[in-house]
């Protein structure tokens, strides 16, 4: 199996969740290119990607037991974004496959998958050059 998004971030103490987040994700991104004729080593990084990625990954997540769901989100720059988010320990977590859209250059060590509450991913987000309208796509 080609493994598309090992560098996730752990999100917790939770390995199974962080397990599972990287299984969604390459269900996602295989979807992707099934339905779409992407790349799917290069879904993460697609601009209008976003939508169908997000509705994909939570599909995935829904049947391994997760509640989760997608959010459409808007900002200057960008008209619509899905964002799929979920509770973990008692928190909202945003889990989004597609975010690296918006990243300024090619970071090597960003994660693929965007992990974390609203203020981890943000900042996470803000460290790998995405701009400051973008970074309301995260905010609470």
Not at 50 to 63: G, I, K, N, R, S
């Amino acid at each position: 199996m080609l493994e598309l998004v090992p560098d996730i971030l752990p999100f917790s103490q939770n390995q199974q969740l962080d397990v599972d987040i990287n299984e969604a994700a390459y269900f996602a991104y295989m979807s992707m290119s099934t339905e779409n004729g992407y790349n799917p080593a290069k879904v993460y990084r697609l601009g209008g990607a976003c939508f169908d990625t997000a509705d994909f990954m939570q599909e995935a997540m829904t049947m391994m037991g997760y509640n989760v769901w997608t959010e459409t989100r808007n900002s200057r720059d960008t008209s619509h974004r899905y964002v799929v988010l979920g509770l973990g320990a008692g928190k909202e977590i945003v889990i989004d496959p597609t975010w690296f859209q918006f990243a300024g250059g090619s970071p090597n060590d960003a994660p693929k998958v965007l992990v974390g509450t609203r203020e981890q991913v943000t900042s996470i987000a803000r460290a790998n050059g995405v701009g400051k309208a973008a970074l309301n796509l995260w905010a609470a």
